[in-house]
């Protein structure tokens, strides 16, 4: 069936450094791509929207420039945090949106020492 | 911000019906009424999802109010395997209408022995 394949599962890095993490949608095309942030005992909380081929539209007080979002096919959006910080310390999800339904990856914990 | 309201925690006897519920009083016509859950540090997980008829699967129940201000989601005979953050969203059903899966709270359900 559908799934969205997000890696990696954990990431540890150094201040400063930049971290990439890709999410594949597996037995269908996710023409709509949403990256999400969720930090300890809070909700989901939406970043970003991003479709196959256009840029990605931010919600409001998410830099742009320090989550760069790529969404070059139908079955592959990355997220890059670019000089990360302790503070981008935090769990990131996508999900994957066909026409119809969301398929969320499993997530990646991010850990900036 | 979030469309619905849910109680913050519930619990349920291990084998018992959970029912919990979710207030979307502001809901559009053309909303869906969804449903995931979360269990810690994983990503969101489908339940099920409807507009305004009941709607059944193999997880769960969907009953929504004839006004669609409110809808309650049935686990039919919990297990301790249920334990999560369930969490109920309006949205269109395609995002080509703008839908996004806005996050609330959710409810966190403890299933007991």
């Known amino acids: 069936g559908a799934v969205v394949s997000q890696h990696p599962s954990w990431v540890i890095c150094k201040s400063g450094t930049s971290v990439k993490i890709e999410c594949r949608s597996l037995d269908f095309q996710a023409t709509t791509m949403f990256w999400y942030r969720q930090f300890p005992k809070q909700s989901l909380m939406l970043m970003a929207t991003?479709?196959?081929?256009?840029?990605?539209?931010?919600e409001q007080g998410v830099e742009k420039d320090k989550f760069l979002i790529n969404h070059a096919s139908l079955t592959l959006s990355t997220l890059t945090v670019t000089s990360a910080h302790p503070e981008d310390s935090s769990f990131y999800i996508c999900?994957?949106?066909?026409?119809?339904?969301?398929?969320f990856g499993q997530g990646t914990r991010l850990t900036v020492v | 911000d979030a469309k619905t309201t849910q109680p913050p925690s519930m619990d349920c006897a291990e084998g018992r019906a959970a029912n919990l519920p979710c207030n979307h009083s502001?809901?559009?016509?053309?909303?869906?009424v969804y449903w995931y859950r979360q269990i810690h540090s994983q990503g969101p997980q489908y339940i099920i999802h409807g507009l305004k008829n009941n709607e059944t699967n193999e997880m769960a129940s969907l009953i929504i109010t004839e006004d669609r201000k409110s809808s309650t989601l049935i686990l039919p005979h919990a297990t301790l395997r249920d334990t999560a953050v369930y969490y109920c969203i309006v949205s269109p059903l395609s995002y080509n209408q703008g839908g996004k899966l806005i996050f609330g709270q959710g409810t966190e359900l403890s299933v007991k022995p």
């Open positions: 502001t809901i559009s016509g053309n909303e869906y």
């Open positions: 991003s479709n196959e081929g256009s840029k990605a539209t931010y």
């Open positions: 999900s994957g949106q066909s026409n119809t339904e969301a398929f």
